[in-house]
């Protein structure tokens, strides 16, 4: 089973900048997945990577501001979010999924979850 730990998350002003990392118990999966959930609100896709990082997709709100990586030597991937807006708060949760890169920011599609990391803006 893949175990998932965020952390990263911060409460900084608008336009600041936060690097968000996901780190991996196992390397069995084809793709990771950002997501984030306001307070109210439902859980949203930010952004995913396959496995070998060859493919990457963001949601519109964060394109151009946010860019995901991974390091597979260290079983990690990140988060780097810049620019960032009043209504980028959320709890941001990582997650990762065996399933083909079909739709990469369903949460459905994904099977395990890490436990969240706080992200608070400012304005």
């Given at each position: 089973?893949?175990?998932?730990?965020?952390?990263?998350?911060?409460s900084?002003?608008?336009g600041?900048?936060l690097?968000?990392?996901?780190?991996?118990?196992?390397?069995?999966?084809?793709?990771?997945?950002?997501?984030r959930q306001?307070?109210?609100?439902?859980?949203?896709?930010?952004?995913?990577?396959?496995?070998?990082?060859?493919l990457?997709?963001y949601?519109?709100?964060?394109?151009?501001?946010?860019?995901?990586?991974?390091?597979?030597?260290k079983?990690?991937?990140?988060?780097?979010?810049?620019?960032l807006?009043p209504?980028?708060?959320?709890m941001?949760?990582?997650?990762?999924?065996?399933?083909?890169?079909?739709?990469?920011l369903?949460?459905?599609d994904?099977?395990?979850?890490?436990?969240?990391?706080q992200?608070?803006?400012s304005?």
């Amino acid at each position: 089973q893949v175990q998932l730990v965020e952390s990263g998350g911060d409460s900084v002003q608008a336009g600041g900048s936060l690097r968000l990392s996901c780190a991996a118990s196992e390397y069995y999966y084809t793709r990771i997945g950002w997501f984030r959930q306001a307070a109210g609100k439902e859980r949203e896709g930010v952004a995913a990577i396959s496995s070998g990082g060859g493919l990457t997709v963001y949601a519109t709100s964060v394109k151009g501001r946010f860019t995901i990586s991974r390091d597979n030597a260290k079983n990690t991937v990140y988060l780097q979010m810049n620019s960032l807006k009043p209504e980028d708060t959320a709890m941001y949760y990582c997650a990762a999924s065996s399933s083909a890169w079909n739709q990469p920011l369903n949460r459905y599609d994904y099977r395990y979850w890490g436990q969240g990391t706080q992200v608070s803006v400012s304005s």
